[in-house]
């Protein structure tokens, strides 16, 4: 089905699935089989928005993650923690590798593309 791919945020996914589910609901003119499928859909990807993507001990130089729906990528890597430099704005994070929380800001959220 694929309706809910496009979102990047567990707001935006919640947004758009309720969307979907008043168009696709039985008692709106959808079909069973339909809404059953976005329901499927939904969990899988609230799932995949809340679990820890990727392990991020493993992250190296280059590559690329999405913090909070903004593109960056990685300039420097220490034990502990790792800089990501945003391709928009080209500002600069310091975030925890166990957590992929920004260090002193956990409002800003590293995650793997």
Avoid: W
């Amino acid at each position: 089905m694929n309706l809910l791919l496009n979102t990047t945020s567990a707001e935006e996914l919640k947004r758009e699935y309720r969307r979907l589910a008043r168009v696709c609901h039985p008692d709106t003119g959808g079909s069973d089989a339909l809404m059953q499928e976005l329901n499927l859909e939904y969990q899988k990807m609230k799932k995949q928005l809340h679990a820890p993507s990727h392990n991020q001990k493993k992250i190296s130089v280059g590559d690329i993650v999405r913090v909070n729906g903004t593109l960056c990528q990685v300039t420097y890597v220490s034990i502990y923690t790792f800089i990501a430099l945003s391709l928009d704005h080209r500002r600069s994070a310091v975030f925890d590798k166990t957590t992929g929380f920004a260090v002193g800001n956990r409002k800003y959220r590293a995650r793997f593309c």
